[in-house]
Structures are given as structure tokens and as C-alpha cells.
């Protein structure tokens, strides 16, 4: 009887991927695949609520929300510009990182990369932004509180991890939340979004 081997995910997924390291710390993985003329950009960065200080609780969150706000030289909603690209664009946080990700037409990569390079090191945080943010932030957590899978995950983790910042919801807690400064916010971004603190992956028909 043969008894057929099923691939290693892992070993597919990393097949033919070339990985870069930039003089600035930059980390690119590439890997093409021309099945189709399109091409999927994501930006990694090393930085989720495990990274929070006590009061914090939920600040790389909010963060999250304030980088599709604009950047100095271009003020206007991110999710726009990306709209206009035709990319079908979001983002996330975990307890360990902080993603944003979006798939274009491969003849828009170009563009796609300028605004994500633009807004790891511009984007424009000020007080109108933080207090418009902070609104729907807090919205989030109250529809949150609604969802039996999240309240048992959060009681999970709470259990799990009472001395660590794994136990910290990512999404944050509406208290801190509320206190968030500006000069807060801004330290975080600049201690955090550098190059020498993401990985871009690029993957698709380029």
C-alpha cells in the first residue's frame, strides 16, 4: 500500500520567496505569482498591546485608526486614496503586531508602495484626528461588549495571562481609551513605525 505525503504548508508558502534586508532595517519578503495581473502589498509591524503601558491599554489600536487619516503632504483619508487605486484595503492589531493590507492592479504597485512609505514615517496626528478617532474607537468596544465570543475570549485571556499584557484586550478598554494624549500617540508612532520595525511583503503578478 502507498501511503501518499501531504506538502508542507509551511514549505509551500515559502517557496521561491526572496527576502531583502535594507540598509535602514527594512525587511521585504517578494514572491511572484502571475496567475493573475494583480499584486498584494502588506506592511507588518512589530508592535501590538503587549507593547502598552500601564494607562495604554489599547493605544497601538488607536494608532491603528490614525494612520488612514492623512499625512503631512498628502491631508486627506487614506481610504480614499486607496479607493481610488481600486485596492480593497484594511488593517489590523494583535497582541504582537500591527498590519495593514491592500490588493491593486499590478501597473498601481508603485502607488501603492509611495503611500505606505509615506504614512510609515508622515502621517499627521493631531488633536482633531485623536478626538474624532477616540469616538469610533469607543463605539468598537461597546459593539464588542455585544459579542459572547469576544467577552469569552477577553475572560480567556484575562485568566490566562493576569500578570502579562497578553491579557490586555487588544482592542483596549474605553478608560484608557478616553485619556489618550496626543504627545502620547505621537511618542508611540515615533518609537514604533520605522522602517527597522516592518516587513513588507509584496506577492502577486509584479
Known amino acids: 500500500m502507498t501511503i501518499s505525503s501531504t506538502p508542507d504548508l509551511r514549505n509551500v508558502l515559502t517557496k521561491d520567496v526572496n527576502k531583502i534586508i535594507f540598509e535602514n532595517g527594512l525587511t521585504i519578503l517578494l514572491k511572484e505569482v502571475h496567475t493573475a ?28 485608526h490614525l494612520m488612514f487619516k492623512g499625512t503631512q503632504s ?48 508622515n502621517v499627521a496626528l493631531t488633536a482633531e484626528h485623536l478626538a474624532s478617532e477616540k469616538r469610533v474607537v469607543i463605539s468598537e468596544l461597546q459593539g ?40 502620547q500617540v505621537q511618542e508611540y508612532y515615533q518609537t514604533y513605525y520605522q522602517p527597522s520595525n516592518a516587513t513588507l511583503v509584496i506577492t502577486g503578478g509584479f
Open 37 to 64: 495581473p494583480v499584486v498584494s502589498v502588506q506592511v507588518w509591524y512589530r508592535v501590538g498591546s503587549r507593547n502598552e503601558a500601564s494607562g495604554l491599554n489599547g493605544i497601538t489600536h488607536q494608532l491603528e
Open 144 to 183: 464588542y461588549e455585544n459579542s459572547p465570543d469576544y467577552r469569552l475570549s477577553k475572560a480567556v485571556m484575562q485568566q490566562a495571562f493576569p500578570d502579562s499584557n497578553y491579557g490586555l484586550s487588544v482592542g483596549g478598554n474605553k478608560s484608557d481609551v478616553e485619556k489618550f494624549t496626543l504627545a
Open 74 to 121: 498628502r491631508p486627506v483619508q487614506f481610504g480614499k486614496l486607496f479607493s481610488a487605486l481600486g485596492s480593497a484595503s484594511n488593517a489590523f492589531t494583535s497582541y504582537d503586531m500591527t498590519a495593514y493590507y491592500g490588493t491593486v492592479g499590478s501597473d498601481k504597485l508603485e502607488t501603492l508602495l509611495i503611500l505606505e512609505a509615506d504614512r510609515m514615517q
